[in-house]
């Protein structure tokens, strides 16, 4: 069994949070484990509490949609989301829920190691970037950033639900979806070293001391 497999059997039986009384099953995540690319969404819904997957109601057709968009399925990326619970009723995740479910997701996206992971929507996005801005400010616009002990390409999407309301937002999505294989072409720059002081030579110490430099 893979690390990712043993990991995955261990949260289903997660009691963490408020959620595990609710809900009918853990939705851990699926697709490929080695991918280079990777989306992290907000929650189950009721489709997916149901099957186990991530995705597989409507808006889960369209992200299929998008995938093919760029010649991709699912079976070839890696789908979860920030909780692995549903909500009840679909409402927002909760502050405490985020918080208790947060380090399964970090530990997904430490054992995936993907190159770029696409958030989908506002609650991914405001967790994985560490910053407050919404998804209307920051769709499209890719951050080096780093997860799991990796550097990785932080890319925000509107989450696929928003153009099943709103149909001009599919343009943007599509747009949006179009750069992902630019990005996984790109080389992460690894974080600078922190620079550490130099130890002086014997004589430019002595010569500190002396008040020399």
Known sequence: MSELAAFASKVAGCTR?????TRTQVVFGV?????DLMFVGEAPGFHEDKQGYPFVGQAGKLLDKLLMGIGLDRS???????????PPGNRDPAPDEIEACESHL???IELIRPRVVGTLGNFATKLLSGKPAGITRVHGVEQEVTLGGSRVLLYPLY???AALYTPAMLQVLEQDFARL????????????????PVAPEPAQAQAVQLGLF
């Not at 949070?17 to 009384?21: F, I, K, Q």
């Open 31 to 35: 697709g490929d484990p080695d991918s």
């Open 106 to 108: 970090f530990r997904q």
């Open 159 to 161: 989450h696929p639900a």
């Open 76 to 86: 070839r990326v890696y789908i979860a989301n920030v909780l692995k619970c549903r």
């Open 17 to 21: 949070c408020r959620l595990a009384e």
């Open 181 to 196: 294989p630019d990005l996984l072409g790109r080389e992460v720059e690894p974080p600078a070293p922190l620079l550490s």
